[in-house]
């Protein structure tokens, strides 16, 4: 099977058992293009198995598990919209009740996360600008961190365009540091990577090159203190790409971002200096301050 034909056999397992959340799956070739395929298919295979006709049970599983995500993301967005507010509004709360999760966090978002990179267009393209636009603007060498890991989709992507480069990831989620580990020893970059389950308020012994947060601002109830904390984390001439959530009611958002120029006044009253902006935005024909986008930011603390 090639990489298209096992696609196909990823779609005919959407189609059949959750028919309601295919679309996604079966608009992505065309969506996003050709170098797509030869992406998600390697990267799916790299954590779940090879795909073969019939599935494996654990890529069965997987898929699952994105319907959980999706199905949750749908149902909170539904309630953003009627209500126009986030439901949650306590970190604390939302950290006992799904980050230390283990049902949550392995049977829902960390699988569910991994899977949208490539099938959802906020993602999959946002990614493409970090790997195409954001990247060759970094040294080949030197120490990363990923301040909230996630399902270690960024730490990875960056490992595999700088041979030269080594990571620390930083999560309060064990599961997510887990999975993130799961990710690091499927694709061989063990030991140019180590994971750390660190509250990063208290500070770090040395300071990254290169600092990524990806979708962590609208989890937190005061983002503009956090983008301090990251300046801190970053040496004198350093960049960081920091991404945020706008309009998008997960059940785990807690600060409500209506519009990217939010996140660059939190950025630039921090002190770094933005030099690239991209945002990419959920299909649809909503109003923007109902429609998902994701923002991102390529910055650097001066000198």
């Given at each position: 099977m090639n990489n298209l034909q096992k696609w196909a056999a990823i779609c005919d397992e959407m189609q059949e058992n959750y028919p309601v959340l295919a679309t996604p799956f079966l608009a992505a070739e065309k969506r996003f293009g050709p170098r797509w395929v030869e992406e998600a298919v390697p990267a799916i295979e790299g954590m779940y198995g090879d795909i073969g006709s019939p599935l494996s049970g654990r890529l069965k599983d997987a898929l699952g598990c994105y319907a959980e995500f999706a199905n949750d993301s749908m149902?909170?967005?539904?309630?953003?919209?009627?209500?126009?507010?986030?439901?949650?509004?306590?970190?604390?709360?939302?950290?006992?009740?799904?980050?230390?999760?283990?049902?949550h966090m392995t049977q829902n978002y960390l699988p569910g996360l991994w899977f949208s990179h490539y099938v959802w267009p906020q993602h999959y393209f946002t990614l493409?600008?970090?790997?195409?636009?954001?990247?060759?603007?970094?040294?080949?060498?030197?120490?990363?961190?990923?301040?909230?890991?996630?399902?270690?989709?960024?730490?990875k992507i960056t490992l595999d365009n700088k041979p030269g480069i080594r990571g620390i990831g930083f999560d309060i989620s064990q599961h997510?540091?887990?999975?993130?580990?799961?990710?690091?020893?499927?694709?061989?970059?063990?030991?140019?990577y180590r994971l750390e389950n660190r509250d990063i308020r208290y500070g770090y012994d040395v300071k990254a090159d290169f600092l990524i947060c990806q979708e962590v601002l609208e989890h937190l109830e005061n983002p503009a203190e956090f983008c301090r904390w990251l300046f801190d984390m970053i040496r004198p001439g350093g960049q960081a790409f920091i991404t945020a959530a706008l309009n998008a009611g997960h059940s785990d958002h807690i600060f409500l971002i209506r519009h990217p120029v939010e996140v660059e006044k939190m950025l630039?009253?921090?002190?770094?200096?933005?030099?690239?902006?991209?945002?990419?935005?959920?299909?649809?024909?909503k109003p923007r301050n109902l429609t998902p986008s994701l923002a991102g930011f390529l910055c650097a603390k001066p000198l």
């Open positions: 149902r909170h967005q539904v309630m953003f919209e009627r209500s126009g507010k986030y439901r949650a509004s306590n970190y604390e709360e939302v950290r006992a009740a799904l980050y230390d999760n283990a049902d493409i600008g970090f790997t195409s636009c954001v990247l060759p603007r970094i040294e080949d060498e030197g120490v990363f961190f990923e301040v909230g890991v996630g399902c270690g989709m960024y730490s997510s540091l887990d999975y993130t580990g799961r990710v690091m020893k499927s694709f061989g970059y063990e030991s140019r630039s009253d921090a002190g770094f200096q933005i030099s690239r902006i991209q945002e990419e935005s959920a299909p649809g024909s």
